[in-house]
């Protein structure tokens, strides 16, 4: 059965930085692709990036480059989401999704989904 955790969420002050933890069971990483999303109070999910299988590769959502960053640990079965220079408008619920045939690619949509991880960045 294919199980997703997500932690690392909290509380952050504006310009500062977290690392999210995606818990990850029943595949391993390289068979599915692997990415993160966020959905904002009132807003849809929307993608941040993700890992294709396919192609081994990682896309990115254009509005999400350049402080957003993931990393995977087959080892440990973990995927990372690194965030960078935080805004106020990065507080969301983040979540880690897995798909093994993302057939629209990845960062259109997946078809698992952790719980999610709630982020606040205050000014």
């Known amino acids: 059965e294919v199980h997703l955790v997500e932690s690392g969420g909290g509380l952050v002050q504006a310009g500062g930085f977290l690392r999210l933890s995606c818990a990850v069971s029943?595949?391993?990483?390289?068979?599915?692709?692997i990415g993160w999303f966020r959905q904002a109070p009132g807003k849809e999910r929307e993608a941040i990036l993700c890992?294709?299988?396919?192609?081994?590769?990682?896309y990115y959502a254009d509005s999400m480059k350049g402080r957003f960053s993931a990393s995977r640990d087959k080892a440990k079965n973990m995927y990372y989401l690194q965030m960078n220079s935080l805004k106020p408008e990065d507080t969301a619920v983040y979540y880690c999704?897995?798909?093994?045939?993302?057939?629209?690619?990845?960062?259109?949509?997946?078809?698992?989904w952790g719980q999610g991880t709630q982020v606040t960045v205050f000014p």
């Open positions: 999704g897995a798909d093994p045939y993302p057939i629209y690619g990845c960062l259109r949509g997946l078809n698992y």
């Open positions: 890992f294709n299988n396919g192609d081994f590769r990682t």
């Open positions: 029943g595949f391993t990483l390289d068979d599915y692709a």
